[in-house]
């Protein structure tokens, strides 16, 4: 096919679109068994006219996505998996290309929950997740949290290519279980693997997998005692490790102090988590004032302790401990908390 000539790459895109081989590419041709079973999702975001827009949306059931929504220059989307989940031998794969000067804000509709395949040798469910973010792109990735039930396996790779003046946000979560049915780490196995590359290079590797009936994962350096795994990632040339550093070693002088006392956790003791969720307006400034009363509440029942000392409290039995560790990347601008 012979290339438009002087168009925009808006124009462009749709011409390719109109094509007998876009159309071969991305035609259904998938058996009537394995629909809902094996789904492949594709968008593409540009920037056009002071805006991002979705530019291109190709998905196959039970991938889902609606309208976009303009949040101050960005395309804000709520990606749906609309079925109950995957299942053991599923083939879920994403792909999103943020192009050019587009700011994007991806968040999900609900958890994603993950189910027992139908007999003990099936293959695992797989959920392949592929980001490619252009120059003076922007990305935000707010995910739900992933819940295994028991004898639930699922293998999830996230590959995530950054340009060299792009910037990201993540935050995703693994969560033990259906806690309170008495699931707690009862899956049969989760593999999990995200890399961050910047400009060709790797600058980020997260890979691990949870058997837990081979090595418990409430095991120190594990899980130990909390129930949620959580992983952020800030991509942007204002979250160096001079900035970041410093208030991760404060919150764990406090958390050390805190477990020399022997009330670590005294807050937390048969509570669950009740966090404001994501909003495209105030009700995320409300989640920020509220992570910002939280820190000063400890800052403050730290300096109290100096003048009284506590009583010590009775060790956690619920996930009251969570672990946080900085990781410097070797280019020294990507930052990570989990």
């Not at 587009?102 to 968040?107: F, I, K, P, Q, S």
């Not at 040798?121 to 973010?133: G, K, N, S, T």
């Not at 593999?191 to 997998?209: D, F, K, N, P």
């Not at 959580?230 to 764990?252: C, K, N, Y």
Request: hydrophobic share 45%.
């Amino acid at each position: 096919m012979t290339p438009a000539i002087g168009l925009s790459g808006g124009e462009r895109r749709a011409a390719d679109e109109r094509s007998p081989a876009f159309a071969r590419a991305h035609r259904d041709d998938r058996s009537a068994h394995v629909v809902g079973r094996r789904a492949r999702l594709e968008l593409a975001f540009e920037r056009r006219g002071g805006r991002t827009v979705l530019a291109h949306a190709y998905v196959e059931p039970p991938f889902r996505i609606g309208r976009t929504f303009d949040l101050d220059g960005a395309a804000y989307a709520i990606l749906v998996c609309a079925g109950p989940g995957v299942f053991g031998g599923d083939d879920l794969a994403q792909s999103i290309h943020v192009g050019a000067g587009a700011r994007v804000v991806l968040t999900t509709q609900a958890a994603l929950q993950a189910h027992p395949a139908a007999c003990a040798r099936h293959a695992p469910a797989i959920v392949h997740q592929r980001f490619i973010v252009d120059d003076d792109a922007e990305l935000h990735g707010h995910w739900d949290p992933v819940i295994p039930f028991a004898g639930a396996r699922l293998d999830q790779i996230v590959d995530i290519r950054l340009g060299e003046s792009s910037r990201m946000y993540w935050s995703d979560a693994l969560m033990a279980g259906r806690v309170t049915r008495g699931e707690r780490w009862r899956f049969d196995r989760l593999a999990h693997e995200l890399s961050v590359s910047i400009a060709g290079r790797r600058a980020y590797v997260e890979r691990y997998t949870l058997a837990p009936a081979d090595r418990a994962v409430e095991r120190a350096w594990t899980a130990r005692g909390a129930a949620y795994f959580s992983t952020a990632i800030v991509r942007d040339p204002r979250a160096s490790a001079e900035t970041v550093e410093p208030l991760h070693r404060r919150l764990a002088a406090i958390a050390k102090r805190k477990m020399a006392l022997g009330i670590y956790g005294n807050h937390n003791a048969g509570k669950r988590p009740a966090l404001v969720g994501f909003s495209v307006r105030s009700a995320s400034f409300v989640m920020l004032a509220h992570g910002l009363l939280r820190w000063w509440k400890a800052e403050l029942a730290n300096a109290w302790t100096y003048v009284v000392r506590p009583s010590a409290a009775a060790a956690p039995s619920g996930p009251a401990a969570e672990r946080v560790r900085t990781k410097a990347s070797p280019l020294g601008n990507v930052n990570t908390s989990r």
